[in-house]
């Protein structure tokens, strides 16, 4: 089973920026893709953003144009999420997850980001 670790949450001013890094290991068959969830309190799981081994990224609406996604390109087993002009509604626990080549997904524990206005 893959092993995922996220680090780089904190608490910021509205406006400013935090970077997230994600590091996935223990996987046997490759990384197919990894990418950021992110969960406000009384809100659904959305999507943030996604990176494909092959370079391929996709965001959430809500943050296009904000943040960016990136990866490590030796080995697509870690990845950073650039988190540009943070607004309050930002503010949730960031999940990373790791698909690997069987369609397995592996989930980190969670990273809270909080943003203050």
Known sequence: QVHVVESG???VQAGGSLRLSCAASGSAVGINNMGWHRQAPG???ELVAVITS???TKYGDSVKDRFTISSDVAKRTTVYLSMNNL???D???Y???ALDN???T???QGTQVTVSS
Do not use: D, F, H, M
């Open 91 to 93: 503010t949730g626990v």
């Open 9 to 11: 949450g904190g608490l």
């Open 95 to 97: 999940y990373c997850y």
């Open 87 to 89: 607004k309050p509604e």
């Open 43 to 45: 809100k659904e799981r």
């Open 102 to 104: 069987r369609g397995y």
């Open 106 to 108: 592996s989930w980190g």
């Open 54 to 56: 092959g370079g391929g």
